[in-house]
């Protein structure tokens, strides 16, 4: 027996370098850990995203742990300001945007974007005794849109690019303007207007529709060009919409069951 020893003592190395190897090639084949991914957000506008006692909340924000959980991705995400979300994307310094982001040709030349998670629409927010109408009316008016929003084109569709008329702001100021009464009105997102308008419903606002002038719009996850990361988060999100998650947290935060049907077209 003793004469064995030294040959089963090699066999067992033999074997656990053979196992060994085995672990390692598996890993070569799967090939190397995701990075981690810098997702930045512009955390003003409630629901959507928005600060809680310095905490990032809002349906983007639980939407984006949803599909990073789902396309097996570990992140970051920071709050980075509307502006400063396009430039890092565009300098390739962040993989990702959320934040209630237009999908729009103009902003394809630039950047890559997801398919679309949400559905959206321009409305125009004035006083209860506002003659305005419709967006016809806003001609001649003062009206207030987001910097860099589609409402701002929106309204220089409708009125001129280099209009006077139409106000431009950061950081949702438009609502105060037309609050102290230096604007006649504000276009923009729905859901923002309509979340202004509950948080002052003492205040005398209403809003006003005008779907010829507005079409529906479609909010989408932003990347650099050729984003390596997309095809993932495009699988994931699909995923989420057939397992239900996506319509669970949907109505969370909406208090609405959203239009599937339509956003399963949009995503083929």
């Known amino acids: 027996m003793r004469k064995l020893l030294p040959m089963i003592s090699l066999l067992l190395v033999f074997a656990f370098f053979v196992t060994g190897c085995g672990s390692n090639a598996a890993t070569n084949t799967q090939g190397a850990a995701k990075k981690t991914l810098k997702i930045v957000t512009y955390a003003n506008w409630n629901p959507f995203e928005f600060l809680d006692n310095g905490k990032l909340v809002g349906f983007d924000v639980e939407l984006m742990e949803a599909l990073a959980k789902e396309a097996g991705y570990e992140y970051e995400i920071t709050n980075a300001g509307w502006d400063a979300m396009f430039e890092q994307l565009r300098s390739n ?4 945007g959320i934040s209630g982001i237009t999908i729009t040709d103009d902003r394809k030349q630039t950047f890559d974007f997801s398919v679309p998670y949400f559905i959206s629409k321009q409305s125009i927010v004035v006083k209860a005794d506002s003659p305005i109408k419709s967006a016809e009316d806003l001609k001649g008016k003062s009206v207030g849109v987001q910097n860099g929003s589609t409402g701002q084109e929106a309204m220089e569709k409708l009125l001129g690019k280099n209009n006077e008329n139409i106000k431009k702001f950061k950081n949702g100021l438009q609502y105060m303007e037309i609050t102290n009464g230096s604007m006649d009105a ?12 509950g948080q002052n419903a003492d205040k005398g606002f209403k809003l006003v529709y005008d779907e010829k002038a507005f079409a529906p719009e479609y909010f989408g996850l932003m990347y650099p060009k050729n984003s390596a990361v997309k095809a993932d988060f495009d699988k994931a999100l699909v995923k989420l919409y057939d397992n239900g998650t996506f319509a669970a947290i949907y109505k969370k935060w ?15």
């Open 254 to 268: 909406f208090k609405v069951d959203p239009n599937m049907e339509e956003l399963k077209k949009l995503a083929k």
């Open 93 to 96: 310094t962040a993989d990702v």
């Open 186 to 197: 504000a276009v923009g997102d729905d859901t923002n207007n309509q979340a202004f308008i």
